[in-house]
């Protein structure tokens, strides 16, 4: 599969989370089938910036961690966009994470 291909794939997931929730680079590739590829994810997530319809702020680590926001313009940008869909955000860290947590569907191969 190329990196492009791929990529697109992550970027039809990430269109996919609903307003006010957020997933985990693990989740996504779980879902593609490529459980072990979750950095990659974050490679098509950090590519995705200039993209305004894939929603990269709403991927995050497994435990809720902000590691993506180096990646957006300003300081706390990543963090502002969480938080204007109702996501508290404490030292990069999102609180109830479980409860803003959205699963992608797993896609059979």
Known sequence: MSEDNFFERVYAIARQ????????YGAIA???GTARSARMVGWAMNASHNMEDVPAHRVVNRKGLLTGKLHFDGTNLMQQLLENEGIVVVDNQIMDFEKHFWQPEVRQQ
């Open 17 to 24: 989370i609903p307003y006010g929730k957020v997933t985990s």
């Open 30 to 32: 779980k879902a593609l």
